[in-house]
């Protein structure tokens, strides 16, 4: 990457590297300097917490593949090697807004998915490390979980009552809206079976969840969510704490980004 910079004419760069427990710290150094484009190497979870870093002090970020999923890092550059989308971004930068949402004082820009499928975040990430002994203890205690997680929301303009989850999915990632449009996708997820709750999990809440009969979707800017105990939720794939009740807004100007120019 360094080299890239390089030959970009770009001088003196800092980095960081690190494991992504490491990187919040990095990203509170580099949100203390004068930072005018932070590039990101990292999954979709890094991203976000460097978007959160890069959001007040208006620099512009260049998230690059880097982890599992990368699914902000392809809906922007499409499916290339960092390397490429990095050189291309530097030959002929061009400035994009993105949209995305806000709960708890943190950003997200992919989703945020409250409820029975944010449990199974933990165990799939052992089966990712290879860790089959901690997975299945960690899998046996979110099967245990999953029924006791009725959350309640309240969506604006789109009704109200309980189920197992609740997803807010960002305009820039819903393949049913347009990267203009001024609204969060929410889905209402209620299912009959254990199975069907791990198989949305599984399939990230963004595959064939959406043939399933039992999502209602809707737009909304704002979701207001409770439990009677800590609610399980994830932001991009990240596991975060909420409390037991949380406000849910979108954000029509969430982050800056650097793209090639078309």
């Given at each position: ?5 390089k030959?970009?004419?770009?001088v ?6 690190g494991?992504a ?5 990095s ?11 932070l590039?990101?190497l990292?999954?979709?979870g890094t991203?976000?917490t460097?978007?959160?870093?890069c ?5 512009y970020?260049i998230?690059?593949?880097?982890g599992?999923m990368n699914?902000?890092p392809r809906?922007l ?10 050189k291309k971004?530097?030959?002929a930068?061009?400035?994009k807004?993105l949209s995305g949402?806000?709960?708890?004082n943190?950003?997200?820009?992919i ?9 199974w975040?933990?165990?799939?990430e052992?089966?990712?490390e ?12 979110a099967?245990q979980r ?7 929301y309240l969506?604006?303009g789109g009704g109200k009552g309980?189920?197992e989850?609740?997803a807010l999915?960002?305009p820039l990632i819903?393949?049913e809206?347009s990267?203009?449009?001024q ?6 997820i209620?299912v009959?079976?254990a199975a069907e709750?791990?198989?949305?999990a599984?399939t ?5 969840w959406?043939d399933?009969?039992?999502i209602?979707l809707?737009k909304?800017?704002?979701v207001?969510v409770q ?6 939720a994830t932001?991009d794939g990240e596991?975060?704490?909420?409390g037991r009740?949380a406000?849910?807004?979108f ?6 980004v650097l793209?090639?120019?078309?």
């Amino acid at each position: 990457m360094l080299s890239i910079l390089k030959r970009a004419g770009i001088v003196e760069p800092k980095a960081w590297c690190g494991e992504a427990k490491e990187m919040e710290r990095s990203f509170a150094e580099a949100a203390g300097q004068k930072l005018e484009v932070l590039i990101v190497l990292g999954g979709d979870g890094t991203i976000r917490t460097a978007a959160e870093a890069c959001a007040e002090k208006e620099s512009y970020l260049i998230p690059l593949p880097g982890g599992t999923m990368n699914m902000l890092p392809r809906t922007l550059y499409g499916n290339v090697p960092w390397e490429e989308a990095l050189k291309k971004t530097l030959t002929a930068p061009s400035a994009k807004v993105l949209s995305g949402g806000r709960v708890a004082n943190k950003r997200f820009l992919i989703a945020a998915i409250v409820g029975a499928p944010a449990l199974w975040t933990q165990p799939r990430e052992s089966m990712r490390e290879g860790n089959i002994a901690d997975a299945i203890k960690k899998g046996s205690v979110a099967f245990q979980r999953m029924f006791e997680t009725k959350v309640q929301y309240l969506i604006s303009g789109g009704g109200k009552g309980e189920t197992e989850a609740v997803a807010l999915i960002c305009p820039l990632i819903s393949k049913e809206m347009s990267d203009s449009e001024q609204a969060l996708e929410a889905a209402v997820i209620d299912v009959e079976s254990a199975a069907e709750v791990i198989g949305l999990a599984t399939t990230a809440a963004f595959g064939k969840w959406r043939d399933d009969r039992n999502i209602l979707l809707t737009k909304t800017k704002r979701v207001n969510v409770q439990l009677s105990k800590e609610i399980p939720a994830t932001l991009d794939g990240e596991k975060v704490n909420l409390g037991r009740s949380a406000e849910i807004d979108f954000v029509s100007r969430a982050l800056t980004v650097l793209v090639p120019r078309k």
